[in-house]
């Protein structure tokens, strides 16, 4: 039986595999809580200035979200 980080690495990778044939880039990050700590994966395939990029924008609007209040209507 293989350690459970290379049953991740499977997962994630098997997942890339699949998405990689409908999209030009994929990126996944995958984390886990466990007893001894967090459990964080990331991984992905195609264009890496494409990925950073597109990365970059999702962190930048999380950010704007966050400092701008929600409508409270």
């Not at 039986?1 to 690495?9: A, G, H, I, L, S």
């Not at 998405?19 to 996944?28: A, G, I, Q, Y």
């Amino acid at each position: 039986m293989k350690d459970q980080t290379e049953q991740d690495e499977l997962r994630i990778n098997k997942a890339i595999d699949e998405l990689s044939e409908f999209f030009d880039t994929v990126h996944v990050f995958a984390t886990r809580d466990e007893p001894d700590g967090t459990v964080a994966l990331q991984r992905g395939a195609g264009n890496w200035y494409a990925r950073y990029g597109q990365i970059e924008l999702w962190v930048e609007k999380e950010k704007r979200r966050e400092i701008q209040p929600e409508d409270e209507t």
